[in-house]
């Protein structure tokens, strides 16, 4: 295996399928298969997870337990759970199951953001900060996050500036965020748009800029991540299986696939702390919980090549 200089010798790899996988699928996974899930993933060496999203259980039935994931997931030693959250309700839900981080996502596009959450990007940013003055007047410490979606463009809209996004970006520092990431929501992006965003980003929001959310919608979810990586990013999103997508985004495949991207990672000799075996195992059961569901990725299908195996063997 080889290390290309400049790249990242460490990435984290947040698990988001429990969230972003689950919450399009027409069914209801069991709560005792999500706390399976989410022990297994942590055997497997994730470190990170989003268990769920706090919204009216009779619009997202499939995340109707996110706080009982959330309660599990304070018992395993290290492992930083969070949860999406639209509004300030949803935060104060956060807070109260002391959530590692909330997310918040922001579209860039404005199209996106009126079907998304009935309020322009604008609107989304005042919430942002009563999010912020609320979480500091109860001295919480739930790290709030704040995702760019639609960022390289959207399906309503078609071209979202790059301006607009930078524009956003320090609007929701301004806010309050603590934490950014840019994601790719419907596949949109290519190589040199990801790396040319991030850049152009990077001198507003510096380390606060830590996540890289994007889709394999056209297949180019990969070489997106590795954009990012030249760019500095050593954080992101990804989802077992491939699963997920978007409401909007018709005929969307999902997110990277986990395990896809653990090897690709690995094999440039980037350490994630993944266990390929155990996250395969873990693919398994999700493909038994999920039957009859489209699954994604090429690890599963492939599996490892011999010179990696003889490498992880001596």
């Not at 010798?9 to 699928?25: A, H, N, T």
């Not at 981080?101 to 959450?117: K, T």
């Not at 380390?207 to 919608?217: A, P, R, S, V």
């Amino acid at each position: 295996m080889t290390h290309l200089s400049g790249l990242p010798r460490q990435v984290v790899i947040r698990e988001v399928g429990l969230r972003d996988g689950l919450q399009i699928l027409p069914r209801t996974v069991p709560t005792a298969a999500k706390l399976e899930w989410i022990r297994d993933a942590y055997d497997a060496g994730q470190r990170e997870m989003e268990l769920g999203s706090f919204v009216p259980a009779h619009l997202l039935p499939q995340l109707a337990d996110t706080d009982k994931l959330l309660a599990y997931a304070k018992t395993l030693p290290g492992l930083k759970a969070s949860v999406l959250v639209p509004n300030l309700k949803g935060a104060e839900r956060a807070m109260e199951c002391e959530a590692d981080s909330m997310l918040l996502p922001l579209s860039a596009s404005h199209a996106h953001s009126l079907a998304n959450l009935r309020k322009t990007p604008d609107q989304v940013i005042e919430i942002i900060a009563r999010i912020r003055d609320a979480r500091d007047a109860q001295g919480s410490h739930t790290r709030i996050e704040v995702g760019i979606s639609t960022a390289f463009g959207c399906t309503l809209q078609g071209r979202v500036e790059p301006a607009e996004v930078v524009r956003l970006v320090k609007a929701a520092i301004d806010a309050g965020a603590e934490a950014i990431g840019l994601a790719d929501t419907v596949g949109y992006a290519d190589p040199t748009m990801v790396r040319s965003l991030f850049e152009a980003v990077l001198p507003i929001a510096g380390d606060k800029l830590n996540c890289g959310h994007f889709h394999d919608t056209r297949g180019l979810g990969m070489a997106n991540v590795y954009a990012a990586l030249q760019a500095g990013i050593s954080r992101f999103d990804a989802c077992l299986a491939g699963i997920g997508g978007c409401p909007h985004a018709p005929g969307a495949s999902g997110n990277v696939a986990t395990e896809d991207l653990a090897y690709m990672l690995a094999s440039m000799n980037i350490e994630t702390g993944q266990d390929f075996n155990a996250l395969l195992a873990l693919r398994r059961k999700i493909a038994r919980w999920l039957d009859g569901e489209p699954l994604h990725g090429a690890l599963a299908r492939a599996g490892l090549p011999k010179t990696m195996l003889q490498e992880r063997a001596e």
